[in-house]
């Protein structure tokens, strides 16, 4: 291996758009459920995390589909304040920093310029790795083909050389295609049993 690509959600850090979905309820007429359906995997989710749409644009389109009643600046809390650190995560950056020292190590993340500059500035994540390959910069999000393979060409890596893990399977069935050495994300333990099937022991 010459490259160790890690997801971020739900495995680097944990989040729950459900925290938002609840406060942001209590501003408009439409339910938790109904706000967690408009937001999350809907275009307009999509196009923000695509970073094809600006933030002020991203809050007008919610505060007109929700008829929503907080201003932008009360808005981003409620937006950004899902995110925790729990043990889980604390023991794969501990890992993720140990490979470090002798890979490239990397971030690939479907995330907002929102999400990402609030845990860039609360949570010491992005630093521990190499590179940071966000789909808001890029432009594209996985599971597009080509998002993998701009990560790979950037660290210098053919597929076969390249281990990536991530929580979402639909994800990683898409890496696998392309010959990357893919898992399942669960818990530090298989994480460590994935790395070690590819010849990455950890000292």
């Known amino acids: 291996m010459k490259a160790i690509i890690f997801d971020l959600g739900n495995v680097l850090i944990d989040f729950d758009h459900n925290i938002a979905a609840r406060r942001i309820s209590k501003h408009t007429d439409k339910t938790p459920k109904e706000i967690y359906n408009f ?12 970073g094809k749409i600006s933030k002020e644009n991203f809050y007008s389109e919610i505060k007109r589909s929700l008829s929503l009643k907080i201003t932008y600046e009360e808005f981003l809390p409620i937006w950004n304040e899902i995110f925790s650190l729990s043990e889980k ?35 010491p994540v992005f630093g521990i790795f190499s590179h940071v390959f966000l789909s808001c910069e890029l432009k594209m999000k996985k599971p597009d083909p080509d998002i993998y ?12 050389e390249t281990f990536y893990t991530d929580d979402r399977i639909d994800l990683i069935e898409e890496s696998f295609k392309l010959g990357m050495k893919s898992f399942i994300f669960k818990n530090a333990d298989k994480l460590k049993k994935d790395l070690a099937s590819c010849g990455v022991i950890l000292s």
């Open 149 to 160: 393979k701009i990560a790979m060409e950037r660290l210098g890596a053919l597929p076969h």
């Open 39 to 50: 937001f999350f995997d809907s275009p307009l989710t999509a196009l923000f995390e695509e």
């Open 89 to 123: 995560n604390k023991s794969i950056q501990f890992i993720a920093r140990a490979l470090s020292k002798e890979y490239k190590t990397a971030v690939l993340s479907n995330i907002n310029w929102l999400h990402y500059e609030y845990i860039n500035k609360n949570y």
